[in-house]
């Protein structure tokens, strides 16, 4: 018996996106504490449209709608301006 899920793949994707950024060499200045980096997928997710699934073969068919060059291009766009924008004045102690 299938397992019912239910996903967002857009969040999915930009989790793991922001964490790659954020260790990067690029962005080792920006503050990527747990906190910030929550609040950076948040505003990101914010800007972006969901992508919910209920099953494996629909968020397969999500992460190919995902990949084109346009959807990397937005994503990694809003991802920096994120990163920028929270990471540069981190709102905590």
Known sequence: MATTMLVNVTEEIITGLVGF???GVEY???C???H???KIIAA???EL???YVTNEADRNEA???LNTEDQVE???RTIIHAIHTIGQKPNHQ
């Open 21 to 23: 950024y954020l260790r």
């Open 74 to 76: 937005r994503m990694n």
């Open 36 to 38: 910030c980096e929550t």
């Open 32 to 34: 990527h504490c747990e």
């Open 28 to 30: 080792q200045t920006f």
């Open 44 to 46: 990101v997710l914010n």
């Open 63 to 65: 992460f190919a709608k």
């Open 49 to 51: 449209p969901s992508y």
